[in-house]
């Protein structure tokens, strides 16, 4: 067979690892992003368990458990909102890297099997089918 055609084959074979590689090191970046926000709702969920636990201990009345079970709650709602905006905005950005990771690989792919194809042709001769 010719060795064009292994030569091309093992291009073919390289760039799509690579391509591989690139996907993977998307998805490990958006993986940390969203294990980073996560954490931050865990913390989240802790802090306001010991808030909870200092203004039962602390409050006289329940005008002031109210009070500050009102302060603890807007508090953590502003939080959460800011997590949910940075999850969001991690998504949104994934989207777009992956989007771009897929039209750039589709081209490359399809450049690579045409280089292949005209290569087999070449070895290979195509009959018509018989009608």
């Given at each position: 067979?010719?060795?064009?055609?292994?030569?091309?084959?093992?291009?073919?074979?390289?760039?799509?690892?690579?391509?591989?590689?690139e996907?993977?090191?998307?998805?490990?970046?958006?993986?940390?992003?969203v294990?980073?926000?996560?954490?931050?709702?865990?913390?989240?969920?802790?802090?306001?368990?010991?808030?909870?636990?200092?203004?039962?201990?602390?409050?006289?009345?329940?005008k002031?458990v109210?009070?500050?079970?009102?302060?603890?709650?807007?508090?953590?709602?502003?939080?959460?909102?800011?997590?949910?905006?940075?999850?969001?905005?991690?998504?949104?950005?994934?989207?777009?890297?992956?989007?771009?990771?897929?039209?750039?690989?589709?081209?490359?792919?399809?450049?690579?099997?045409?280089?292949?194809?005209?290569?087999?042709?070449?070895?290979?001769?195509?009959?018509?089918?018989?009608?």
């Open positions: 067979m010719n060795t064009a055609v292994y030569e091309n084959m093992n291009k073919l074979g390289k760039t799509t690892y690579e391509a591989i590689k996907l993977y090191a998307v998805n490990t970046n958006i993986a940390e992003q294990f980073e926000q996560q954490l931050a709702l865990t913390s989240l969920g802790v802090d306001y368990f010991i808030s909870q636990l200092q203004l039962a201990s602390t409050a006289r009345g329940y002031e109210l009070n500050g079970q009102t302060d603890i709650l807007t508090d953590l709602s502003t939080k959460v909102q800011g997590i949910a905006r940075n999850t969001l905005d991690i998504i949104n950005e994934s989207r777009d890297e992956v989007n771009t990771w897929f039209e750039k690989n589709v081209q490359v792919a399809e450049k690579g099997l045409k280089e292949v194809t005209k290569e087999v042709s070449k070895v290979v001769p195509v009959t018509p089918k018989a009608a």
